[in-house]
């Protein structure tokens, strides 16, 4: 199984702030990289996947980037909704794998 | 539109077995593959494995194999996960997934299913 690796663990942040997450994979992905959202009690949210291709509804804040094992999540200008946990994860092999998930508060 | 509705809370001993359904509506559950991830209390997400309805094959998460049975009944369009010989750590929530026609990964979510192993 491929290893996903996201850090930080946490970021402290304010509204109005520039952020980024980044994810690096056990080995190359290529671009089949995806971003999710979660909040407490809540199924996961899909943000972008193919690394850079943003779910239609997603607001255009949300960009992804990289290929081949280093991916970053970055949000432009952070809203209030956006507080939440984000996981990256890779879907290259049959076998899925999450990275540990960036809580953002 | 696509959901998935799971079924309701279980609670269950150690040593038991626990069956969780998925109900696709919106689609045809033999179009596409249907994955099962789970979260434990306060930690992240686990994808468990896949079934394909239409022929009844799988893939699981090496963790889970030999443990773990994902069915499908295509003619009431469902999905099961069944997790035998439960610990203390199979406490979590889970859920089951759908691809995107789009993107090629999970697209939809199920509700989640709470499944509790408590003595």
């Known amino acids: 199984d491929i290893q996903m690796t996201q850090s930080p663990s946490t970021l402290s942040a304010s509204v109005g702030d520039r952020v980024t997450i980044t994810c690096r994979a056990g080995?190359?992905?290529?671009?089949?990289l995806a971003w999710y959202q979660q909040k407490p009690g809540k199924a996961p949210r899909l943000l972008i996947y193919?690394?850079?291709t943003l779910e239609s509804g997603v607001p255009s804040r949300f960009t992804g980037s990289g290929s081949g094992t280093e991916f970053t999540l970055t949000i432009s200008s952070l809203q209030p909704d956006d507080f939440a946990t984000y996981y990256c994860?890779?879907?290259?092999?049959?076998?899925?794998?999450f990275g540990q998930g960036t809580t953002l508060e | 539109q696509v959901q998935l509705v799971q079924s309701g809370a279980e609670v269950k001993k150690p040593g038991a077995s626990v069956k969780v359904s998925c109900k696709a509506s919106?689609?045809?559950?033999?179009?596409?593959?249907v994955h099962w991830v789970r979260q434990a209390p306060g930690e992240g997400l686990e994808w468990m494995g896949w079934?394909?309805?239409?022929?009844?094959?799988?893939k699981y998460a090496q963790k889970f194999q030999g443990r773990v049975t994902m069915t499908g009944d295509t003619s009431i369009n469902t999905a099961y996960m069944e997790v035998n010989t439960l610990t203390s750590d199979d406490t979590a929530v889970y859920y089951c997934?759908?691809?995107?026609?789009?993107?090629?990964?999970?697209?939809?979510w199920g509700q989640g299913t709470l499944v509790i192993v408590s003595s």
């Open positions: 997934a759908r691809d995107g026609d789009e993107a090629s990964t999970i697209s939809y």
């Open positions: 919106g689609y045809t559950l033999s179009d596409y593959y």
């Open positions: 079934i394909n309805p239409l022929i009844g094959d799988t």
């Open positions: 080995q190359s992905i290529s671009s089949w």
């Open positions: 193919k690394a850079s």
């Open positions: 994860q890779q879907y290259y092999t049959f076998s899925y794998s």
